[in-house]
C-alpha cells in the first residue's frame, strides 16, 4: 500500500448547491494552451482560496455539459472570479472556453467546492505547495490571498510543468519569489532539455526554506500526486498535515 493513502483527500461535500448566472467579462492567454476566463457572479466574494466551481454549459439545443475548475483569483471585491483553463485535445468544455468562448457569453456555475482544500490567513502556515500542470491554479489563489495581508507566513510552490512556457502564471510566481524573502519557487520542467521530474533534493530544499510545514496541499493528476505525496511523507512530513486534490488522469 503507497503510503500516500494515509493523505486526506479533498472531499465534495454533500451540499445541494444551486445554480448561479455568470457573465464572462475577460479573457486572456495564460500559457499557449490555457486560457483565463474571468467571470462576474454573485459567487465571487464568497469563496476561500483553493476551492472550486462547477461550470454548467448550455447549448441553444438544450444539451448540458459541466465541468468542475479551480479559482484562480483570491477574492478583490471585483465581484468577478478568474478560472484559468487549459485546452485538451477535443475537451468538450476546455475546447469551447479556449476556442469559442466571447465576452459577454453566459454560462452558469454552482459551488463554491472544495472546504477541506482551502486556506486563508488565520489558519496560518508555513505553507508547502505542490501543484502539477494546471493543478497549480488553486495555490495560484492560495498564494494570491497570501499576498494579500499574510506574507509573514513562510510558503513554497513545487510547480511540475511540462516546460518553462507551459507553466502557468510562471513569470507572477517568479517576481513574487524575487520580491518575497517568505517565498520561494521550485519549478520542475518535465520536457526540456535538462528537465526532470520532482525528486527528493527538490521537496528536501523546498522543506529547507519553510521549515516544519504546518499546511501541505497538493494538486494535479493522480500520478503527480502520488509522487509528490511519498517524497514529502519520506521526508518525515507527517500525512494528517496533506491536503490532495485531483484533476483526474
Ligand atoms: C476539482 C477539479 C478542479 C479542476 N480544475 C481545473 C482547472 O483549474 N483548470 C483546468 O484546465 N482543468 C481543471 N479540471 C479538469 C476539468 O474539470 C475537466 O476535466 C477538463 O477541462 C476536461 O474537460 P473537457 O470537457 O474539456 O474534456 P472531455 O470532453 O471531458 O475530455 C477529456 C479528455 O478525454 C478525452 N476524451 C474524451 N472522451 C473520450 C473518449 N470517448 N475516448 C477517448 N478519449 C476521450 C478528450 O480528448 C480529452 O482530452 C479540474 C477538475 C477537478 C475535478
Same mark, same amino acid.
Given at each position: ?11 465534495? =461535500?454533500? !451540499? ?13 492567454? !495564460? ?10 457572479? $454573485? ?13 454548467? &454549459?448550455?447549448? =441553444?439545443?438544450? %444539451? ?18 478568474? &478560472? ?7 475537451? =468538450? ?17 454552482? /459551488? ?8 486563508? /490567513? *488565520? ?6 505547495? /505542490? ?13 494570491? #490571498? ?9 510558503? +513554497?510552490?513545487? %510547480?511540475?510543468?511540462?516546460? #518553462?512556457? =507551459?507553466?502557468? +502564471? !510562471?513569470? @507572477? ?13 521550485? &519549478?520542475?520542467?518535465?520536457? @526540456? ?19 516544519? *510545514? ?6 494535479? $493528476? ?20 496533506? #491536503? ?6
Amino acid at each position: 500500500m503507497s503510503s500516500a493513502t494515509s493523505v486526506i483527500e479533498s472531499v465534495i =461535500e454533500p !451540499v445541494v448547491f444551486r445554480w448561479h448566472e455568470a457573465e464572462i467579462t475577460a479573457l486572456s492567454p !495564460v500559457t499557449p494552451h490555457v486560457r483565463s476566463v474571468r467571470l462576474r457572479c $454573485s459567487l465571487a466574494e464568497a469563496y476561500r482560496a483553493g476551492q472550486h466551481v462547477d461550470v454548467r &454549459l448550455t447549448a =441553444e439545443d438544450g %444539451y448540458q455539459a459541466q465541468r468542475s475548475y479551480s479559482i484562480a483569483s483570491a477574492q478583490d471585491g471585483s465581484g468577478t472570479l478568474e &478560472l484559468m483553463i487549459e485546452a485538451l485535445p477535443d475537451g =468538450e468544455v476546455s475546447g469551447w472556453f479556449s476556442h469559442l468562448a466571447e465576452i459577454g457569453d453566459r454560462v452558469e456555475l454552482r /459551488g463554491p467546492i472544495g472546504g477541506s482544500f482551502s486556506w486563508d /490567513g *488565520p489558519d496560518g502556515g508555513p505553507l508547502l505547495l /505542490g501543484g502539477g500542470g494546471s493543478g497549480v491554479v488553486p495555490l495560484l489563489a492560495m498564494l494570491r #490571498r497570501r499576498a494579500q495581508g499574510w506574507r509573514q507566513i513562510p510558503a +513554497a510552490l513545487i %510547480y511540475s510543468a511540462r516546460t #518553462r512556457a =507551459e507553466a502557468i +502564471a !510562471v513569470a @507572477e510566481l517568479e517576481r513574487l519569489a524575487e520580491a518575497d524573502p517568505n517565498f520561494s519557487l521550485h &519549478l520542475a520542467t518535465t520536457r @526540456e532539455p535538462g528537465g526532470k521530474r520532482i525528486d527528493a533534493p527538490l521537496v528536501a530544499e523546498a522543506l529547507a526554506r519553510i521549515g516544519a *510545514p504546518g499546511k501541505v496541499f497538493l494538486c494535479g $493528476s493522480n500520478r503527480f500526486v502520488a509522487a509528490a505525496s511519498d517524497l514529502i511523507l519520506a521526508e518525515g512530513v507527517a500525512p494528517g498535515l496533506i #491536503r490532495t486534490e485531483r484533476f483526474g488522469a
